[in-house]
């Protein structure tokens, strides 16, 4: 079955034997579609020595996220020793409850970085606000002010993955110019998406379970409302331990998507990079990682780099400052992370041959959200599945696509909700404010409008086929739009831009970006996998031509 042939099916009738057999996923790429219990089985990464001031590596890669991950776990396969710098902890220890994972729906002091007052993405409900007070602490979910929007990220030993809702999506090919346009999309669907989906544990829920599950009536609502309306509506991929769902569904396993762990961690069932690629990178006995550990500098030195970093304790105070020498150094700390280091860096003199595209082409993918008031006879139920498993697909009419989306209230709310990733076409940049100290970000909260006007060609007709309305009580009074936010930071130091056409930056021989900002902003779904693809895409090349 070619990648195509998913576009085109229908969704009701279609076996698991067909949503697993093919190489295409349903929005056009290639999946592996295997369902494992990995997750369960393995644990976290097995803590390793700090980096000592004065040491010397091969390769020191800054970020566990997708980018960084891959890089780790290519590069001592090849031989190299590295070593990694994460910003977050280590989340490998059980808090007072057993735990290490606060839930959703009762945030603590794990829940957030470096705030003593909650920043949730949906901030009230039923007319009452949900932010509350809590211990300053090196909590797992970064909320990320600016000027214009927040932006929400992982901190943590495996970065986002440990946030978000696992949805694993390959873009449609049609769209992928748009995406990486200097990149051969006949290598990255035929090769580097495949082993993308293969070492993150990509796999399919079961529909038949999903079709009578009571943990996905929300979907299923959703799907009534999008195809009555005449919308594609479409299963995706996900990262969690379908098995293992199935056992919490039975009651023989401790819950985890069913008692709504997502936002700030899944204690089981989700495979994060700390039992994927990580994992199998520490395995190698060549990869180390230090956790709370930032780094603030990078320049040249008479052989490689010297790199300062800060130490750092669980309430953000800097205990020791390191220096340490590398031979190339890796940026993996995010799109954001990465962004704003090198802006500094190149400003302040550090790396003053960057190049002048050094922080620009930012964009939020387009992120928006919204909820929909149901009809009572519409319930989407009290127990819902954190892991979305589908969404609506109107990108060829309307620039959107919208996640399904759980509302893991615990109470029957009779809502809809969705996230929606939008062609925006908006880019910012960052700018170092020497005055302030600190780097800024250009993005104007007017700029969200064409997302809520992608998201309207979809959410408008659904109300008024149903008779329904907008839900007003999430994002604050009277307010329909979750637009002050996202998820998907991309961009800001753009392939084939600020670096080469792969990730080598301009001016520097040795230094290479690896993550999400050398996305240009926008990659029509959400976008792990296809950063994923793209460090393994460019990773092999490295190694092939630096080393």
């Known amino acids: ?114 705030r003593t007052r909650t920043a949730q993405p949906l901030s009230n409900f039923l007319g009452f606000p949900l932010d509350k007070d809590v211990p300053r602490y090196t909590g797992i979910l970064d909320a990320e002010e600016f000027g214009g929007i927040t932006v929400y990220q992982g901190r943590g030993v495996g970065g986002g993955s440990l946030v978000n809702g696992g949805m694993a999506v390959t873009p449609r090919r049609e769209n992928f110019p748009a995406v990486l346009p200097t990149v051969d999309a006949d290598e990255m669907y035929d090769v580097y998406y495949p082993r993308a989906n293969a070492g993150l544990g990509v796999g399919q829920v079961d529909q038949g379970w999903w079709e009578s599950a009571d943990c996905y009536r929300y979907a299923r609502v959703g799907r009534k409302h999008a195809q009555r309306a005449g919308f594609p509506f479409v299963f995706v991929p996900n990262v969690y331990d379908w098995d293992y769902m199935e056992q919490e569904a039975a009651g023989a396993v401790p819950r985890s998507a069913l008692a709504g762990e997502v936002l700030f961690g899944n204690n089981h069932g989700k495979k994060s990079l700390q039992k994927t690629y990580l994992a199998r990178a520490l395995a190698t006995g060549r990869v180390s990682i230090s956790p709370l550990h930032k780094v603030t500098s990078v320049a040249p030195a008479a052989a490689g780099y010297t790199v300062l970093i800060d130490r750092i304790d669980t309430t953000g105070a800097v205990t020791a400052t390191k220096t340490v020498t590398a031979d190339k150094v890796f940026f993996a700390a995010g799109s954001v992370g990465t962004s704003k280091l090198l802006t500094r860096l190149r400003a302040t003199g550090a790396l003053p041959a960057l190049n002048e595209e050094t922080g620009r082409g930012w964009g939020d993918n387009g992120n928006v959200m919204c909820g929909r008031a149901n009809h009572m006879w519409d319930a989407t139920g009290s127990l819902q599945s954190a892991m979305p498993t589908a969404g609506i697909d109107n990108w060829a009419a309307g620039g959107v696509f919208a996640e399904v989306a759980p509302l893991p209230t615990g109470i029957e709310t009779y809502a809809s909700f969705y996230l929606s990733i939008t062609r925006n076409p908006h880019r910012a940049a960052f700018s170092w404010n020497p005055t302030a100290g600190r780097v800024d970000l250009d993005w104007r909260t007017a700029w969200k409008q064409p997302s809520v006007d992608a998201a309207r060609t979809i959410f408008d007709r659904i109300n008024a086929k149903e008779g329904t309305v907008y839900r007003t009580d999430l994002f604050g009074a009277c307010k329909i739009w979750g637009d002050h936010l996202t998820y998907h930071p991309l961009g800001g130091a753009v392939l084939d831009r600020a670096t080469d056409n792969h990730g080598r930056l301009h001016g520097y021989r040795g230094l290479y970006v690896i993550d999400g900002a050398l996305i240009p902003g926008n990659t029509s779904v959400n976008p792990f996998v296809t950063i994923t693809a793209l460090a393994e895409r460019n990773i092999e090349e490295i190694i092939a031509k630096d080393l």
């Open 1 to 114: 079955m070619n990648s195509s042939a998913w576009q085109d099916r229908p969704v009701r009738g279609v076996s698991r034997r067909d949503l697993i057999a093919g190489t295409g996923s349903l929005l056009g790429g290639a999946v592996l579609a295997t369902r494992t219990t990995t997750a369960a089985a393995h644990p976290a990464p097995a803590a390793t020595a700090p980096i000592p001031c004065g040491a010397h590596v091969p390769a020191l890669v800054i970020g566990t996220g997708y980018g960084g991950s891959v890089a780790a776990l290519r590069l001592a396969r090849a031989g190299v020793e590295v070593h990694m710098v994460e910003m977050g902890m280590a989340w490998d220890t059980p808090g007072p409850d057993g735990r290490i994972f606060a839930n959703t729906t009762a945030p603590d002091h794990r829940s957030f970085w470096l």
